[in-house]
């Protein structure tokens, strides 16, 4: 039979395997990292998403006045920094991509299961992202049809997919210095306009802010891992993640929150301080351009996903195709109406989270992590998963109207009643790990 390399073509040493049969090289050291995920904390979403962590009534009135919510949003990014950090950390010790961790956690079949959600969630934020940036580009200069500007963005992001890591050092070497002079520079600039009193407001709901702030962190944990693989370091993969995201997440969303003051809560007008200031169309166009590599991080990991599913499968034929697919998505859809769905499938890495890192840190992961094609299934790990997301929903069912109807009526059922102070995100986190190491420990009593 011909090796996987005659096939394919021979992967470069320094860049990603073609396929799951060769092995991860080991090159990112920690600055490529933290430069990586700095980039991923800034995006155009911390500016028009920025609303979000004022946790809005159901009118879209915000609830928490700018200060809280910018309290909310920094607790919020700190915990989901470190969860982020915590999913770092496997990739880079076993050299496997996330979806291929869950082999060991669940079994080669059972990991079918998440894969296809994660599939799901990368396709639609792939497809989002394509959208924020030709509306932000529309905002710089209307002067080109919108389509046009999807499919260069999707043509970018395919582009930066076929050698990524390659674009990873692109980012740490040209990208990531331009970001933070365009951050300085508006921080400078809004600064400097007349702000309105941003204590005024209420408290009110502090930790649903902090849950939106936290939900963006985590909706890099099912991916983490397809970048730490190539680590040199565990620590170093823990660090980058955790600190490279959480400060730059933090300080993106300070601005955008200082935006949205300067427009009266107005989300639909976020982009405006920014564009009115001097220079500010010149400045605002890092923001757009380097806006792709949230969609070429989607579209990567979507990819390296298909292959748990399809381990000879080459991924620069899949990248090409995955951009193509996600451009003519973004060509068509509405995302606005599909943002609850996504939000409800990123629910499910977060008690998922919890079950990984109770069980690789704490359980089997000490003795050993089978991540082979014959990973025996683990039902006793989809229970405490699913006892987890279980109380994230009973806690904040979300906007998806059916699905957030039932899990209504379950509380009632139930007689439970969330204290606002309650975060579902840390809630199920906490549930999920200790029914692992519940279940751990009543196996190995057992045995």
Request: hydrophobic share 55%; glycine share 10%.
């Amino acid at each position: 039979m011909a090796s996987s390399s005659a096939v394919h073509g021979t992967t470069p040493r320094d860049e990603v395997p073609y396929t799951l049969d060769e092995p991860a090289p080991k090159v990112l050291g920690f600055w490529d990292q933290s430069a990586f995920w700095a980039n991923l904390g800034v995006s155009l979403f911390a500016f028009s998403g920025a609303y979000t962590v004022l946790a809005p009534d159901e009118n879209g009135a915000p609830t928490l006045s700018i200060a809280a919510g910018i309290v909310a949003m920094i607790v919020g990014t700190v915990i989901g920094g470190l969860m982020l950090g915590l999913s770092a950390v496997p990739g880079a010790r076993t050299g496997q991509p996330a979806m291929v961790l869950l082999r060991g956690l669940f079994g080669a079949r059972l990991s079918y299961a998440p894969t296809v959600l994660n599939v799901a969630q990368l396709v639609g934020w792939g497809t989002f992202e394509l959208i924020v940036i030709a509306d932000a580009a529309r905002a710089l200069h209307d002067g080109v049809p919108r389509w046009a500007y999807v499919v260069a963005a999707g043509v970018l992001t395919t582009a930066l997919t076929i050698r990524p890591l390659g674009s990873v050092r692109l980012l740490r070497r040209y990208v990531t210095v331009a970001v933070l002079v365009a951050l300085v520079y508006f921080y400078v600039q809004l600064l400097r306009e007349p702000l309105p009193d941003l204590t005024e407001g209420s408290w009110g709901g502090f930790w649903i802010g902090a849950d939106a702030a936290l939900a963006v962190s985590i909706s890099w944990v099912p991916v983490a891992a397809d970048y730490t693989r190539h680590a040199r370091t565990a620590r170093g993969a823990f660090g980058a993640a955790a600190v490279g995201y959480s400060v730059t997440q933090i300080v993106a969303y300070v601005l955008g929150l200082l935006a949205l003051a300067l427009v009266a809560g107005d989300s639909t007008k976020v982009f405006d301080p920014f564009l009115h200031v001097t220079l500010g169309a010149v400045v605002f166009a890092v923001f757009v351009l380097r806006e792709a590599d949230q969609s070429f991080a989607n579209v990567y990991s979507t990819a390296v996903s298909i292959q748990n599913l399809v381990p000879r499968a080459d991924r620069r034929v899949l990248t090409v195709a995955l951009g193509a697919g996600t451009t003519g998505l973004a060509l068509v859809l509405n995302i606005g109406d599909y943002a609850g769905f996504l939000s409800l499938i990123g629910s499910v890495f977060v008690p998922m989270l919890g079950v990984l890192a109770a069980d690789f840190f704490l359980g089997r992961g000490r003795r050993g992590w089978d991540v082979s094609r014959t990973a025996p299934a683990r039902w006793s790990m989809i229970a405490a998963w699913t006892v987890g997301f279980a109380a994230y929903q009973l806690v904040n069912p979300g906007s998806v109207g059916w699905w957030a109807s039932f899990w209504r009526d379950a509380r009632e059922a139930l007689a439970v009643t969330p204290p606002s102070w309650m975060s579902a995100s840390l809630l199920s986190f906490l549930v999920a790990a200790l029914v692992t190491l519940l279940v751990g420990r009543v196996a190995r009593f057992r045995g």
